[in-house]
């Protein structure tokens, strides 16, 4: 009788092993289940957030053209209600960073691609790349591996196809990470047919444009913007005849020349924050001549860290 009763004892002590067993497979799956929806609720949250500043970035543009228009000064400059740099905006268990910039006071690395840019005489762009990989302490040869990179025998396939992201300079040989770290806040790749912002152009840019223009030429140029910046070609040979460089600046100002005083791209990065959850967000807009506002292209994930040029 003991014999059995200590079987028995063993049954009973299997059976509750076996039910505390499938009961803790049953509890761990549900707080996982748990834990994953909650991370994609958190995830979702933050991405909408994301969304959320972005469409605010859209409607400052939009509201920044409308003032230009009443004022009849169609101008884009550093001080203007689109510049946001970053800053805090605290939501419901979260916050949002949010740094906008405008394209087009940069170099943009398409303009290489233009049909004049196939020969080193007749290039701008390719002398003012040169200039500006001096004016970093990088080597002013990888300006021509960019050019002849860009227009390389693509006879495969229909046309040349326009650099999108300025991380693609790394397929580019000789061109190594340090090279494209130090030039990261100097350049953008977006459509080749825009043109060069004056007013939210850097220092570094200014003095790009020619190989004669000094850093104190560059200088007197943004300080000289003031808060309103620079509408027109007149304002601004006005400001250089100070320096009695207005000649150097000619090509760019006539008619189908590389400077303008407006821009139609503009980049926004945002980090939205919900409770643990970060969510990374790059996107870039474009601002028609009628003042609409649409989404190019966006990306997903942090983007290099730099600190941008003073402008």
Do not use: C
Request: no cysteine; proline share 3%.
């Amino acid at each position: 009788m003991p014999r059995q009763q200590g079987i028995a004892l063993i049954y009973v002590l299997l059976i509750f092993l076996l039910i505390t067993a499938v009961a803790s497979e049953i509890v761990t799956g549900l707080w996982l289940h748990t834990e994953k929806n909650a991370s994609y609720l958190s995830r979702t949250q933050a991405k909408q957030y994301a969304l959320g500043a972005e469409q605010y970035v859209a409607w400052l543009l939009e509201q920044d053209f409308l003032q230009d228009q009443k004022k009849q000064r169609m101008v884009d400059h550093n001080l203007e209600l689109w510049r946001v740099t970053t800053t805090n905006y605290e939501v419901e268990q979260g916050v949002i960073e949010l740094q906008v910039e405008d394209q087009q006071g940069r170099f943009n690395i398409n303009w290489l691609l233009r049909p004049e840019a196939k020969t080193k005489g007749d290039s701008p762009y390719l002398a003012m790349l040169e200039n500006l990989l001096v004016g970093m302490s990088v080597d002013p040869q990888l300006a021509g591996a960019v050019q002849r990179w860009l227009n390389r025998d693509q006879s495969q396939i229909s046309t040349r196809t326009e650099m999108v992201s300025v991380s693609e300079l790394m397929l580019v040989e000789g061109v190594t990470r340090e090279d494209v770290t130090r030039l990261l806040p100097f350049i953008t790749a977006i459509p080749g047919r825009t043109k060069l912002n004056v007013n939210t152009a850097p220092v570094e840019i200014i003095r790009a444009l020619h190989q004669d223009i000094t850093e104190a030429d560059a200088v007197m140029i943004k300080n000289g913007q003031g808060e309103s910046g620079l509408a027109n070609a007149e304002e601004l040979r006005q400001l250089v005849a100070l320096s009695g460089k207005e000649m150097l600046f000619n090509d760019g100002l006539r008619q189908g020349g590389l400077l303008a005083f407006n821009s139609h791209f503009f980049r926004a990065r945002i980090k939205a924050t919900y409770r643990d959850t970060v969510f990374y967000l790059t996107t870039l807009f474009y601002r028609n001549r009628e003042g609409r506002v649409e989404v190019v292209s966006r990306e997903i994930g942090p983007m290099p860290a730099y600190n941008s040029p003073e402008v």
